[in-house]
Structures are given as C-alpha cells and as structure tokens.
C-alpha cells in the first residue's frame, strides 16, 4: 500500500524545527499535496516564521489553524475538514530548564495533547492503511550516557527531566496505539538541532545573540557536558525519508555524528563570531560565566543512526563549522525577527532565569 500524503497536518509548525520543516517541504519537487499546520502560538511559536509560505501557498495549499492539539473537537474537525492523511507531530513543549520550573504545562501538551491526537487520528482514520503517524522525539528519552557509547533504538527508556519524561511517555503512547490499535505510526528520537528560527533560550541562538550584543555567556556547571548536534535541515530532510520510506511500527534515531562539550562549542562560536566582527576572540570568550549548574544535567548525549542510514538512506549532510556559521550569520542579519522574539514573554523569562 502506497502513502497517501496529499494532506499533511503539521502539529507545532510555528515553532523551530516545525516552521523550517515547512519551508523544507515546500521545496520538494515530490510533494503536490496541502500542509495544514495547527498551533496554538505558545511563546515559542511565531507565525512569522512562515510568512514567505504564507505569501506563496496561502489558502491553496498551505493553512495556518490557531488551534490547540489538547482540543479533540478541533483536531477531529481538522482530520475531517482538510481529510488528513499524514500526521507530523512537532508540537511539544521543548525546553527543559522550564520544565523543571513548571512542568505542568508539558505533562499537559506532550503527555494529554499526544494523546488527544492520537484518539483524533484512529477514530478518523478507522481501518486505513494508507495514513501515517509520525512523531518527533528526542534522545534525552534514553537518559545520559558516560564517556563512551551511543543511544541506538534498543536502548532502555531512562528520562531524567519533567521534559524527557513527558516526550518518553508520549513515545510510549504512540508505540502503544500500533500495537493495541494498528494505527500506522513511526517514530524518530533526534539530538540537539541548530539552525534559523530557534526561540532563543535554547544555547546556540541564546550564546550567539549574548555574543552579538556584548553580554555573558552562561555556562552550566563545569560546561564538560556534551550534545550531538544536527543542522535542522538534516533533520527535516530525515523526518520527510521517515515519511516517505519509513517502516510503520518502526523507531528511527537521527543524529548529527558530532559530538561537542559545550565549552569547546561556546569557544568556537566566539571565534566565529570574532570572525565577523573583527574584534578579538578574547573579548568574546572574556565573557563566559560559568554558572549554577540545571538540575539532574545529563552529562552526555549521542546518537547511534546507523540503522536509519543503512535502511533508509539518510545520512547526516551538514559540516557543523559551516552550518554553526550560517546560523550566526543568520541571526546578525535577522534582528527585526530577534527584536520581535524578544518583545514577547522571552525578554522577561530570560532575564529572571539567566541574568536575574
Ligand atoms: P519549539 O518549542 O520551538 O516549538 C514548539 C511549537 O509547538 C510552537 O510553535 C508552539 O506554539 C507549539 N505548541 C506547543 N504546545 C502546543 C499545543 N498544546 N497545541 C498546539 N501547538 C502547540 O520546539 P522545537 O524545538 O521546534 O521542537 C519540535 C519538536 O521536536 C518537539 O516535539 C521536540 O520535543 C522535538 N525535538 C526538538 C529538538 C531540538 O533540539 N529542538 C531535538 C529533538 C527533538
Ligand atoms: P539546550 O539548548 O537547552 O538543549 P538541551 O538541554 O535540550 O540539550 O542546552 C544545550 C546544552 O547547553 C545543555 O547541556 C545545557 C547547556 N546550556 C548552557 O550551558 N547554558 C545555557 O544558557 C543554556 C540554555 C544551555
């Protein structure tokens, strides 16, 4: 049985990595069919990430619906309206030092929300095979690894934040609905993402905006603790592989093979950043704070993606001092976007939660 994907609903499409998986679709010569994004605009999603598409593709084959994935009556009505036939399921509450601050939100979204859309997705769907379901997860479900090794989809569950926890219990959900009720369902647990569009209280853009404006550069803890990073574009172009190619039933993990302590990335994105502006390097890493370490810190992530490249074909295309560059450079240039960010509730959380 081939996918149908005409009608593709996107959960969470205003945020980072949804509004780029937008833009990356969009230009895929193999896909004729309608996106449907529903959000409900959090502080993390901004609409205006998707505003090119919106200009294009607005009201023909791209639809923006302010809506709520907790809301069954609007994602059933969704499902029948646009006659979904794919789910890509971003929308999540994703950043972990809130959720240790209030984890009740991503209990509600990550954990109720999946849920909803789920019931939403079987009960429209019924019996058909041609629809997929696909979720996006992170490695932080597996927990935190010591010197050596890598996550690999055999791994055993072990979340230590409010937030993995709730991105774990969420994947179990998904797993459960193709195993108790056939939905057709796939899965991808990702590493860290970079790139355009990232809400800027997660590292890379927070460090590169921090640098830009001559402010401190907060290091958690002894800042020995390592993150796999991926450029976003490889992760759309893995999610939409997954899509197309992938098994249903089947978990994928997807990861950049670039494993970086967060200190040596924090002293390349200073040089980069000197780079540009032609100031010296020491002004930049004279910066770095070392501060009061996140709760529960795992020390290392890394990602095992042989089996999505050995059955699927992905493999991860983006050199990090390239795409690290492009990101910056991206940010420089885009400060109506960062002033926009920045007006909202961002300014006034960051600003008691990192330089309070
Ligand atoms: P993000 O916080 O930038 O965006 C989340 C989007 O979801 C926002 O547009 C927000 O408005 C929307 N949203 C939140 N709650 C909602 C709700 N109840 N109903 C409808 N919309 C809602 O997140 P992101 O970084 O783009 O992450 C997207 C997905 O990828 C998440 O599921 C996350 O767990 C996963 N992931 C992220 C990373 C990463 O490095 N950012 C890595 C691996 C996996
Ligand atoms: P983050 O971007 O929040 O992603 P995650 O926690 O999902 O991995 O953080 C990446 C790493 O950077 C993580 O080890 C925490 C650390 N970090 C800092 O050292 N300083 C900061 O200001 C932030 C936001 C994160």
């Given amino acids: 049985m081939t996918r149908a994907l005409n009608n593709i609903l996107i959960t969470?499409?205003?945020?980072?990595?949804?509004?780029?998986?937008?833009?990356?679709?969009?230009?895929?010569?193999?896909?004729?069919?309608?996106?449907?994004?529903?959000?409900?605009?959090?502080?993390?999603?901004?609409?205006?990430?998707?505003?090119?598409?919106?200009?294009?593709?607005?009201?023909?084959?791209?639809?923006?619906?302010?809506?709520n994935i907790r809301d069954h009556a609007s994602m059933k009505a969704l499902f029948s309206k646009y006659n979904i036939d794919t789910v890509i399921?971003?929308?999540?509450?994703?950043?972990?030092?809130?959720?240790?601050?209030?984890?009740?939100?991503?209990?509600?979204?990550?954990?109720?929300?999946?849920?909803?859309?789920?019931?939403?997705?079987r009960e429209s769907w019924k019996e058909r095979d041609d629809v997929l379901f696909h979720h996006i997860?992170?490695?932080?479900?597996?927990g935190s690894l010591g010197e050596k090794g890598a996550f690999s989809e055999e791994t055993p569950y072990r979340p230590n934040s409010p937030y993995s926890a709730s991105k774990a219990s969420s994947d179990h959900l998904v797993r459960a609905y193709f195993m108790t009720y056939g939905l057709p369902a796939t899965i991808s647990n990702c590493s860290n993402n970079y790139g355009p569009y990232q809400f800027p209280e997660k590292m890379i853009p927070l460090m590169i905006l921090n640098a830009l404006e001559g402010k401190d550069l907060p290091v958690y803890g002894d800042g020995q603790n390592i993150r796999d990073w991926?450029?976003?574009?490889?992760h759309c172009?893995?999610?939409w592989t997954i899509v197309n190619k992938g098994k249903k039933g089947e978990t994928y993990n997807v990861g950049g093979e670039n494993e970086w302590k967060n200190i040596d990335l924090v002293r390349l994105l200073c040089r980069q950043v000197s780079d540009l502006t032609g100031r010296s390097s020491d002004e930049y890493t004279d910066r770095i704070r070392f501060v009061k370490d996140r709760p529960g810190h795992d020390r290392r992530y890394a990602i095992n993606c042989g089996k999505i490249k050995k059955e699927l074909g992905w493999k991860p295309s983006c050199h990090f001092e390239q795409g690290l560059l492009e990101t910056i450079v991206w940010y420089r240039d885009h400060s109506p976007w960062v002033n926009n960010v920045k007006n909202g509730s961002y300014k006034e959380w960051?600003?008691?939660?990192?330089h309070g």
């Avoid at 950043?95 to 997705?121: C, M, Q, W």
């Avoid at 991926?230 to 490889?234: A, E, F, Q």
């Avoid at 960051?350 to 990192?354: G, M, T």
């Fill in 12 to 67: 969470g499409g205003a945020g980072f990595i949804g509004s780029n998986f937008i833009h990356y679709l969009s230009g895929q010569k193999d896909f004729q069919g309608r996106i449907i994004n529903a959000d409900c605009l959090t502080y993390a999603g901004n609409p205006e990430n998707l505003a090119e598409i919106e200009e294009k593709w607005g009201g023909k084959r791209y639809f923006f619906v302010k809506a």
């Fill in 137 to 142: 997860s992170t490695d932080e479900v597996f």
């Fill in 230 to 234: 991926l450029y976003v574009r490889d």
């Fill in 350 to 354: 960051v600003e008691k939660h990192y």
């Fill in 89 to 121: 399921h971003f929308a999540a509450e994703s950043h972990v030092d809130r959720s240790i601050y209030g984890p009740k939100e991503f209990i509600d979204t990550n954990i109720i929300g999946t849920f909803t859309l789920l019931e939403s997705a």
């Fill in 237 to 239: 172009d893995a999610v």
